[in-house]
């Protein structure tokens, strides 16, 4: 039991602090308590070291009537609570190492901004100072130690405008990979352009000239095709040329025609007041009536048409169906009319007969 106090003596001390610790230069406290960073600055002289020597004596005994209490402590606690007691421990060192990582890179951004002039040698009075600084004075009439402390508010507005300066860069970071994979994207089509146009030439080239070549051997007519085709395509990569200079010149004036305006707004002091925001929102919202209307409107419309398909579809088969029926009446009336002449034939053969 003795051995695993022991043990546990070093990782508890974080939890069941030393009497007389609080008054040690740069002790901190836990995650709940004010955070104090390391001392600012030191007054030299033979009183400081007086009194210095004075304090580690004091300390030194408070330090083994403490470390006396914290072994009849640990002694009286059990296994269980011994291992609670460094669990417990690990995680608030965990979270110490959290809030002192962070705290770094906040010192790390702000220090060439805020504690530029400090280092400096000059001196930063307190209401302007962006924490404030808690001074332990001892027994002696001269202050040996300031340090800077943190309480749980201002940790709390630390971690939030280190949370926005994350947001802001992880947004800038993302602008930033959005234009770089756009970029990467246009490369990529346009080398797809590239490899089709080169694939079309190639096979025009092999159509036009190489298969010519080959059929006949020497001719100055296959070298006279090969010098047409290269002039010809020389020459539409001049018109191509000349498009795309065009282009960006028409480009180049409707940029500077923005520019102009945008300079223009600028002088004149243009911008939308509260005035105008509302002849917007009313100028919307009958837009939205209309646009209500119009769509009551368009389905008004496609109701008729839906009425008027099912009417027209009714007298196509009508039609087919009169169609159909005139077909079969007329070929009738033709049979009947070869039976009649039939007849008629018929008759005159009996009438001759007799």
């Given at each position: 039991?003795?051995?695993?106090?022991?043990?546990?003596?070093?990782?508890?001390?974080?939890?069941?602090?030393?009497?007389?610790?609080?008054?040690?230069?740069?002790?901190?406290?836990?995650?709940g308590?004010?955070?104090?960073?390391?001392?600012?600055?030191?007054?030299?002289?033979?009183?400081?070291a007086?009194?210095?020597?004075?304090?580690?004596?004091?300390?030194?005994?408070?330090?083994?009537?403490?470390a006396?209490?914290?072994?009849?402590?640990?002694?009286q606690?059990?296994?269980?609570?011994?291992?609670?007691?460094v669990?417990?421990?690990?995680?608030?060192?965990?979270?110490?190492?959290?809030?002192?990582?962070?705290?770094?890179?906040?010192?790390?951004?702000?220090?060439?901004?805020?504690?530029?002039?400090?280092?400096?040698g000059?001196?930063?009075?307190?209401?302007?100072?962006?924490?404030?600084?808690?001074r332990?004075?001892?027994?002696?009439?001269?202050?040996?130690?300031?340090?800077?402390?943190?309480?749980?508010?201002?940790?709390?507005?630390?971690?939030?405008?280190e949370l926005?300066?994350?947001?802001e860069?992880?947004?800038l970071?993302?602008?930033?990979?959005?234009?770089?994979?756009?970029n990467?994207?246009?490369?990529?089509?346009?080398?797809d352009?590239?490899?089709?146009?080169?694939?079309?030439?190639?096979?025009?080239?092999?159509?036009?000239?190489?298969k010519?070549?080959?059929?006949?051997?020497?001719?100055?007519?296959?070298?006279?095709?090969?010098?047409?085709?290269?002039?010809?395509?020389?020459?539409?990569?001049?018109?191509?040329?000349?498009?795309?200079?065009?282009?960006?010149?028409?480009?180049?004036?409707?940029?500077?025609?923005?520019?102009?305006?945008?300079?223009?707004?600028?002088?004149?002091?243009?911008a939308?007041?509260?005035?105008?925001?509302?002849?917007?929102?009313?100028?919307?919202?009958?837009?939205?009536?209309?646009?209500?209307?119009?769509?009551?409107?368009?389905?008004?419309?496609?109701?008729?048409?839906?009425?008027?398909?099912?009417?027209?579809?009714?007298?196509?088969?009508?039609?087919?169906?009169a169609?159909?029926?005139?077909?079969?009446?007329?070929?009738?009336?033709?049979?009947?009319?070869e039976?009649l002449?039939?007849?008629?034939?018929?008759?005159?053969?009996?009438?001759?007969?007799?």
């Amino acid at each position: 039991m003795e051995a695993l106090g022991e043990k546990a003596a070093s990782a508890a001390r974080g939890l069941l602090r030393l009497p007389g610790a609080e008054g040690r230069p740069g002790s901190c406290g836990g995650p709940g308590e004010a955070v104090c960073w390391p001392p600012v600055g030191r007054v030299s002289g033979s009183a400081m070291a007086d009194e210095e020597s004075e304090r580690d004596s004091v300390h030194t005994g408070e330090s083994h009537e403490g470390a006396e209490e914290l072994h009849v402590e640990l002694a009286q606690l059990s296994t269980e609570q011994l291992v609670a007691l460094v669990e417990d421990n690990s995680h608030t060192n965990s979270m110490l190492k959290i809030e002192t990582e962070m705290f770094e890179k906040f010192f790390s951004r702000v220090e060439p901004k805020d504690l530029g002039a400090e280092r400096h040698g000059s001196s930063l009075d307190l209401g302007q100072a962006p924490y404030p600084r808690s001074r332990r004075k001892s027994k002696s009439r001269i202050t040996t130690d300031r340090v800077i402390c943190l309480t749980v508010e201002q940790k709390c507005d630390l971690v939030q405008r280190e949370l926005e300066e994350t947001k802001e860069d992880l947004q800038l970071l993302k602008e930033n990979s959005e234009r770089t994979l756009q970029n990467y994207l246009a490369i990529l089509e346009e080398a797809d352009i590239r490899l089709v146009e080169i694939k079309r030439a190639m096979i025009e080239f092999d159509k036009d000239i190489v298969k010519t070549i080959t059929k006949k051997k020497g001719s100055v007519i296959a070298s006279d095709k090969v010098l047409r085709y290269l002039e010809d395509w020389i020459r539409s990569r001049d018109v191509m040329k000349e498009k795309i200079h065009l282009k960006n010149d028409s480009l180049k004036v409707q940029k500077k025609k923005m520019q102009m305006q945008l300079k223009q707004k600028e002088e004149l002091g243009e911008a939308l007041h509260e005035v105008d925001f509302q002849q917007l929102k009313i100028e919307n919202a009958q837009f939205l009536e209309k646009i209500d209307e119009r769509n009551q409107e368009l389905l008004q419309l496609k109701l008729t048409v839906g009425n008027t398909l099912q009417i027209l579809n009714f007298y196509k088969r009508k039609l087919h169906y009169a169609t159909a029926m005139a077909t079969y009446l007329v070929r009738d009336i033709a049979q009947r009319k070869e039976s009649l002449e039939k007849i008629a034939r018929e008759a005159i053969l009996v009438e001759e007969g007799l």
